[in-house]
């Protein structure tokens, strides 16, 4: 088989870039190992800022965004025993939206299905070959037979354990941090625990309570790293809820957990995104802690301005604009990572010096709150880049 682009992974970035290359007419074929079922229920992400939902749009897949999604203004915080609020539209004029990662899959997976394009599903052994080639190959296995892609460019979207980052580790520099906590993860049948995400900084950890749907609610709450999940009885769990968001949310009813996991959060960066004609987008090439929910856009993002530098190829024959892909893109993740490192750090038990440290993210809360100027940029940071500065 030969096409233009040869894209590994079928997550956010992969099928992102996937349908804007159709768009502009360019050939794509996407390979993915699990099965398109896996694919359209993973419960992921769920929170994405404007820029993204405008990049929907134009890519001709926002429209369930418009009608499904939960549009928020405001966020709850949760510390020294009060409920405070940053209105970041009305500081910027921007919203967040609240629309499940697998529903923008689902969106994306039955837009290229109508438009006839190429994807393999449950792939295996596949292994990347001649990128330092003007035709790179990709090799992997479908339905028991080997099969052969050749392309111009190989673009890995398939995650920081695929095979697309670790053909090419040894001409990455690699930036890593493994933080000390984990998040126990929950999704539970339940209408949200509050009209507004709320982030709860309490003596003993973390709760985020956010949701996936009006009657699907996505709740964190710091944990250990060696927890096992099984051991977080029902009854212990909406206890320690209650108890960290010290009656700052509404009574609510508990809810049926669908799911429990957890959740260690971890920061890592590679530089560059790109070697020879291989390049990474999405959790291959960057994963920021999840904490301002940021992961999702930058995947996207990666994908819009992978592009638009493959458009400026193939269209007027310049290759300046892939040849500064991770120029562009590092720019705002280290922008995102900055930003969501310090949301952990304000948000989480420390367990060195606790009581000191903990007095130090309320006063830093506190600032971002009550100051004007920094109430401003920290909901700047929050909903992200604005739309009209993203788009190719």
């Not at 508990?254 to 070697?275: C, D, W």
Request: charged residues 20%; glycine residues 6%; neutral net charge.
């Amino acid at each position: 088989m030969k096409t233009k682009v040869g894209i590994i992974g079928a997550g956010p970035a992969g099928l992102m870039l996937g349908q804007l290359l159709s768009m502009m007419k360019i050939e794509n074929v996407v390979l993915e190992k699990q099965s398109q079922s896996y694919t359209e229920k993973r419960v992921r992400a769920g929170q994405i800022g404007e820029a993204t939902v405008r990049l929907l749009t134009d890519a001709g897949v926002g429209s369930r965004v418009f009608a499904e999604g939960i549009i928020h203004t405001r966020a709850k915080f949760q510390y020294d025993d009060e409920a405070r609020y940053l209105d970041f539209h009305a500081l910027t004029g921007q919203t967040v939206t609240i629309y499940s990662q697998q529903e923008i899959l689902k969106d994306l997976i039955n837009a290229r299905h109508k438009a006839g394009e190429i994807s393999f599903y449950e792939v295996s052994d596949i292994e990347i070959h001649g990128i330092n080639s003007n035709s790179p190959q990709i090799t992997f296995c479908h339905n028991n037979q080997r099969r052969i892609l050749e392309c111009d460019f190989v673009v890995g979207c398939d995650g920081f354990h695929g095979v697309s980052r670790a053909h090419i580790s040894n001409a990455l520099t690699h930036f890593e941090h493994e933080y000390p906590f984990a998040w126990l993860a929950l999704l539970a049948q339940m209408p949200p625990v509050s009209a507004d995400v709320i982030f709860a900084n309490h003596e003993s950890g973390l709760a985020l309570c956010t949701m996936r749907s009006p009657s699907i609610s996505r709740i964190y709450l710091q944990s250990g790293v060696d927890e096992d999940p099984r051991e977080w009885s029902n009854e212990k769990t909406w206890d320690l809820l209650r108890r960290r968001l010290q009656g700052g949310a509404a009574s609510f009813e508990n809810g049926i957990f669908i799911e429990k996991t957890i959740v260690r959060l971890r920061a890592y960066v590679s530089e560059p995104m790109q070697h020879g004609r291989l390049f990474l987008a999405g959790d291959a090439a960057h994963i920021v802690p999840p904490s301002a929910a940021k992961g999702l856009n930058l995947a996207l993002a990666d994908a819009r301005t992978l592009a638009r530098g493959f458009d400026s190829y193939y269209s007027r024959k310049q290759e300046d604009l892939l040849t500064a892909y991770s120029t562009c893109a590092l720019e705002q993740i280290w922008r995102d990572m900055h930003f969501s490192d310090w949301m952990v750090r304000v948000l989480h038990r420390s367990e060195c010096n606790p009581r000191f440290n903990h007095r130090l993210q309320i006063s830093d809360l506190h600032s971002a709150m009550t100051s004007e100027h920094a109430a401003r940029h920290f909901a700047r940071s929050y909903v992200g880049p604005a739309p009209s500065s993203l788009w190719i």
